[in-house]
């Protein structure tokens, strides 16, 4: 159980500020004059939050480890019956009296506004796609975005919307400069997609590209994979074919969220890349064609991968979205397609809707092309751009294998995400120190 009124920690305000005059009634905001919540969280200065959300985020130290932050009681621990008894606010702090225990807790007032803002209340806003450059996400994000990870928190384009090119950065500056490694890899959260020029052309620098931003995934094709021609393929992406645009791996599960490529050796002729923002062909298909989306997003398909050593099979729509009805992870390789099981009537409406989804991103204008150079890196969010290549002939010579050479690996948002975020914290620490 918790501590009531005689715990001391409670009670204490943050150092620095002022001792809090007792508050006046609340005159206007939320609620209206002359309403009474039932949990007596009237107060302005809480910001419409109730008594018992404000009750489970009490930072006191009997309620959170003032070491890690991590909270300490459970819900069940809490009183059923939580209600505000008294509020005393001043400019930097809001202290709360809880019924029936008694229990304190201090609030810095800017923190009650970042989650008192009525737009968590009133849902999420759409960020504006007007073409102008969004802000470079901070892996924290603005406070009526709860999942960086969902289209709200992207920046949707088509080739022209990028000026011709990928979001860009060069390794050695991404190596000295914390300031450039973060827009770099910021990139990556926003257009889901940036290439790092002037990485090392040696065998295995894309394993230190990924440690640069988390973790290896390693899988059944090691911790880096080599893509190159090769005499007999266990996958088509170890040809010289042309690869249409997909995501990667989307029989495994959970699949692979980064996917980065390092060019060490450049056909002579084609083998160019290409980046498809998936989550814009989605949300093109959810306002042209919306039976199309929805079958989409409420029909499991199957991908299956199996060699002589492997057997992987995950299942999931080509269209996710988050509860909140909104894109989150696009599930697109023709290659891995299982056979759908449906019945006639719903497999015809499938197979519509998925080539009306392929059609907009088979799209020219909707691809970015681009010729990896020896040194290039491309990081690439699995769940949302799909990429693809040109065919390559390196002289033409079919009886031999090709001379392009990328190699691969795989690693995940959540590490790439905290490595923004931890950079945009200490930009902010040097800021206000
Ligand atoms: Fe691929």
Not at 22 to 51: I, Q, V
Not at 134 to 148: L, M, R
Request: glycine share 10%; with cysteine.
């Amino acid at each position: 159980m918790t501590n009531g009124a005689s715990d001391p920690m409670g009670g204490e305000r943050p150092a620095g500020t002022r001792p809090p005059a007792k508050a006046k009634p609340p005159t206007s905001g939320r609620p209206t004059a002359g309403t009474r919540e039932p949990d007596g969280a009237d107060h302005p200065a809480l910001r419409g939050l109730a008594a018992v959300w404000l009750r489970a985020n009490c930072p006191c130290a009997t309620c959170q480890d003032p070491g890690s932050g991590q909270r300490l009681v459970s819900i069940t621990e809490l009183p059923a019956d939580v209600t505000v008894t008294e509020v005393v606010a001043s400019d930097a702090a809001v202290e709360v009296v809880f019924g029936p225990d008694g229990h304190r807790a201090v609030f810095g007032t800017g923190w009650l506004a970042r989650y008192g803002d009525p737009a968590v209340e009133h849902g999420p806003e759409p960020p504006a796609q007007d073409g102008t450059e969004p802000p470079a996400q901070d892996g924290i994000g603005p406070p009526w975005q709860d999942d960086n990870r969902t289209e709200e928190a992207k920046h949707l384009w088509a080739a022209a919307d990028l000026g011709g090119e990928l979001r860009q950065g060069w390794w050695p500056r991404y190596l000295a400069d914390p300031a450039h490694r973060r827009t770099s890899l910021s990139a990556v959260l926003t257009y889901g997609v940036v290439v790092l020029h002037d990485v090392p052309c040696v065998p295995g620098a894309v394993l230190a590209v990924a440690k640069s931003l988390g973790y290896v995934r390693e899988t059944n094709y090691g911790r880096l994979f080599e893509v190159r021609a090769e005499p007999t393929p266990a996958n088509l992406a170890f040809t010289r074919l042309p690869i249409a645009p997909h995501t990667d791996n989307p029989y495994r599960d959970p699949v692979p969220t980064v996917q980065l490529l390092h060019c060490l050796h450049a056909a002579a002729d084609g083998g160019e890349s290409t980046f498809t923002d998936g989550f814009r062909a989605a949300a093109l298909l959810r306002s042209q064609d919306p039976a199309a989306f929805a079958c989409l997003t409420t029909t499991p398909v199957t991908f299956a991968y199996s060699d002589a050593a492997t057997v992987l099979r995950a299942t999931g729509p080509m269209i996710g979205l988050d509860p909140r009805g909104r894109i989150r992870q696009i599930r697109f390789n023709g290659r891995s397609l299982a056979p759908v099981r449906l019945p006639a009537a719903r497999a015809r409406s499938f197979y519509a809707a998925y080539r009306a989804f392929a059609e907009r991103i088979a799209d020219p204008e909707a691809a970015m092309t681009a010729r990896l150079s020896p040194g290039d890196c491309v990081i690439v969010d699995n769940t949302r751009v799909l990429h693809g290549r040109t065919g390559f002939a390196d002289g033409g010579d079919t009886r031999t294998t090709g001379r392009r050479h990328l190699q691969g690996c795989y690693a995940d948002l959540d590490g790439l995400e905290s490595a923004v975020a931890v950079l945009a914290r200490s930009e902010a620490g040097r800021a206000g120190s």
